[in-house]
């Protein structure tokens, strides 16, 4: 009963949305393709099944799972009409498990009444290929939303509007590449699949692709982020501690707050007032305090639906004496044995913020004798075992043409927008260096093959009676 009154509040919500032009409640549990929806890749690679959707519901999710490498899963839906002097607006729900050695493919086609690619960039060139966002989601096993934009023809902007959002956070994490129709268009496509996966376990779930006619009565991206209803669960409380204080401070941390759908904020509470709302942190300092006074503190967790957890447990701490100098974070911060100190907190440097699951950030050059990184997983030697797939340079020119960049290396975009890792991209250099080494060694085994071949062609001319 609980979720009949879910759907019916949802169903009468989305009412007054405009039309949705793809419909995914066609889908049922199975494999391959199904109405409007015809799968990209083998069967196989396509599986539909009930799972937890990015609400923390149970639906059909679209699952692309690799059948053998080098391989797809998704879907190229029907095509349906369009209205070229309008811009439609292109969304999916995409999470990806297991590594990232393939590419999410978000992306659309536009076409003309003959069938010709009629897509444009922003700048006028026609796009056989209008993918609006390539590459990886930006962190494994969370679920983000997808969206781009196919504009009117006569659209003039240059700025893209599309982009990936977290649904924890409400913030656009990744840009996206957007497009336009030509006066010719006159039906477009969704498109979603996985490209190139190599292994079975790593999987790109999608769920709830949409495209809405931009004109006022399309649900907005916070609509789609939190539809109304979907979330009503509040998040569990966290576990409060204090990690320090001085003469007018005290400092915080927390952990173990969860949620259903995310974790998205915290509010801090002293002496049963509120003292501050923070986003995802997991800190924070209380300032402004008096010294040798008992201060009482509690802490609260929010999610995006705006449900608040009950509140932590309470710690009592008070800050120090007006004497001896009064340094804050001195004791229980810093630890020694024997000659080594150990600093337990993060360490921003020409930064006051540290992002999550770092301990140190620094804005600024650094100068050090030797840098030493050690990687987890396996070193690229497995490109010279027997049973590597290596890509041929016919493969690999196609995909350099569809992506603009080597195959499992990030992009320019990628890494204008989160960086390097350097001892992972040190480790794919190296994989790069022994695929190449491996086409020389090929090409050189042909050349002399066919120096061989022509040695042998030349002596049997040679030898030949004189007529």
Avoid at 144 to 167: A, E
Avoid at 293 to 320: H, K, M, Q, R
Avoid at 397 to 410: V, W
Avoid at 411 to 435: D, P, T
Wanted: charged share 15%.
């Amino acid at each position: 009963m609980k979720y009949l009154i879910m759907l019916v509040t949802l169903f009468g919500v989305m009412g007054s949305y405009g039309q949705n032009l793809i419909d995914s409640s066609s889908w049922t549990l199975g494999n391959g393709s199904v109405a409007g929806f015809p799968a990209y890749g083998s069967a196989n690679e396509s599986v539909r099944e009930l799972d937890t959707d990015p609400f923390g519901n149970q639906s059909i999710i679209w699952k692309a799972i690799p059948d053998t490498p080098t391989s797809s899963g998704g879907w190229e839906t029907n095509t349906f009409s369009i209205d070229h002097t309008k811009t439609y607006r292109f969304t999916v729900w995409m999470k990806k498990i297991g590594g990232a050695s393939g590419s999410e493919i978000f992306a659309a086609e536009a076409f003309g009444s003959s069938g010709n690619d009629t897509a444009q960039r922003l700048n006028g060139l026609v796009s056989s290929n209008p993918i609006f966002e390539a590459g990886n989601v930006p962190n494994l096993g969370q679920w983000y939303l997808y969206v781009g934009f196919m504009h009117h023809s006569g659209y003039t902007g240059t700025t893209h509007q599309g982009g990936v959002y977290d649904p924890n956070t409400g913030n656009k994490v990744m840009d996206a590449t957007d497009y336009k129709f030509s006066a010719a268009s006159v039906t477009s496509r969704h498109r979603a699949h996985y490209w190139e996966g190599v292994n079975s376990n790593e999987i790109l779930f999608l769920y709830d692709p949409t495209v809405y006619v931009v004109d006022g009565t399309e649900p907005t991206i916070s609509e789609l982020l939190n539809p109304v209803g979907s979330d009503t669960e509040a998040p569990t409380a966290p576990s409060l501690v204090s990690t320090g204080q001085g003469e007018t401070t005290i400092d915080l941390s927390w952990s173990g707050a969860a949620d259903n759908v995310g974790v998205t904020g915290y509010k801090v509470f002293k002496d049963a007032g509120l003292e501050a709302t923070l986003g995802n942190v997991a800190n924070y300092q209380v300032t402004g305090l008096t010294a040798s006074t008992s201060y009482n503190f509690t802490v609260s967790a929010l999610d995006a639906a705006g449900n608040e957890s009950v509140t932590s447990n309470p710690v009592t701490i008070s800050t120090n004496s007006g004497s001896g100098g009064g340094g804050s974070n001195s004791s229980s911060v810093w630890s020694e044995n024997a000659s080594v100190a150990s600093y337990a907190g993060q360490v921003g440097v020409g930064t006051t913020t540290v992002p999550t699951a770092y301990k140190m950030a620094i804005d600024g050059k650094l100068l050090a004798e030797e840098v030493r990184v050690e990687l987890s997983g396996s070193w690229p030697d497995y490109v010279f075992q027997d049973d590597y797939d290596l890509m041929t340079l016919d493969e690999i020119k196609a995909f350099i043409q569809l992506h603009g960049h080597l195959p499992n290396m990030p992009s320019a975009q990628k890494v204008e927008r989160e960086g390097i890792a350097v001892g992972e991209l040190n480790k794919r250099l190296l994989e790069k260096i022994e695929e190449l080494t491996l086409h020389t060694i090929r090409l050189e085994s042909e050349i002399k093959r066919q120096k061989i071949l022509i040695h042998k062609i030349l002596h049997e001319t040679v030898r030949q009676p004189k007529k």
